[in-house]
């Protein structure tokens, strides 16, 4: 069965600083990966959709790499803002139509 | 566009009643699905629908019904509310399955059930 898993859970960076947030899965037959980010009481906003075949995407001030083999993605967040606190999740689609989805990295970024 | 919009917002039931989620989406999409969003839990699949007049279960259905009359709607009932359906729910759209394209997802409905 497919595990995500977001390390670390929570992270606190200087406004300006470039980062990168990581997300990890068991499975790697994966069909794709998606990002998205939360804020608090909020929905839950797409950020990037990596395809299996694809190694990277960006958009923005974003980039999201993929690589399968190693069952890893990491989103590098360049020149951080305040703007840019929230909670970042990964997910995956299983055999079943579900996303499985890690538990988050809560990002703060102080002015 | 609007994308996918939910309704109500919040809202706060007694054990024993029943209501509907609302969901529409604007963009044509076939693929709708409901996800509830719990502390410690993640999110994790209600129902989903490929298309109008198709429905079918996800990991936790119990206590809960949808129906897909129309490519824009995809209303989520509760059929007798229970504390232990106090969460988040959000619906979420997609020109095609979650294996090919990317997941559009609406601003929540907070539930309480008293």
């Known amino acids: 069965k497919q595990e995500v898993t977001q390390i670390p859970a929570a992270l606190s960076v200087p406004e300006g600083e470039n980062l990168v947030l990581n997300c990890s899965f068991t499975d790697s037959a994966i069909y794709n990966l998606q990002w998205f980010r939360q804020d608090p009481g909020k929905g839950l906003t797409s950020l990037l959709l990596?395809?299996?075949s694809q190694r990277e995407q960006t958009s923005g001030r974003l980039n999201a790499s993929l690589d399968k083999s190693s069952g890893r993605s990491t989103l590098y967040i360049a020149a951080s803002q305040p703007g840019d606190s929230a909670t970042y999740l990964c997910a995956v689609p299983d055999s079943n139509y579900q996303l499985i989805w890690g538990a988050g990295t809560k990002l703060i970024i102080k002015p | 566009n609007a994308g996918v919009t939910q309704t109500p917002k919040f809202q706060v039931l007694k054990t024993g009643q029943s209501m509907t989620l609302q969901c529409a989406q604007d963009m044509n999409h076939e693929y709708m699905s409901w996800y509830r969003q719990d502390p410690g839990m993640g999110l994790r699949l209600i129902h989903y629908s490929v298309g109008a007049g198709i429905t079918d279960q996800g990991e936790v259905p119990n206590g809960y019904n949808v129906s897909r009359s129309t490519t824009e709607d995809f209303p989520l009932r509760l059929l007798s509310a229970a504390p232990s359906q106090t969460s988040v729910y959000f619906c979420?759209?997609?020109?095609?399955?979650?294996?090919?394209?990317?997941?559009?997802f609406g601003p929540g409905t907070r539930l309480t059930v008293l």
């Open positions: 979420a759209s997609s020109s095609d399955s979650p294996w090919n394209n990317e997941q559009f």
């Open positions: 990596i395809q299996s």
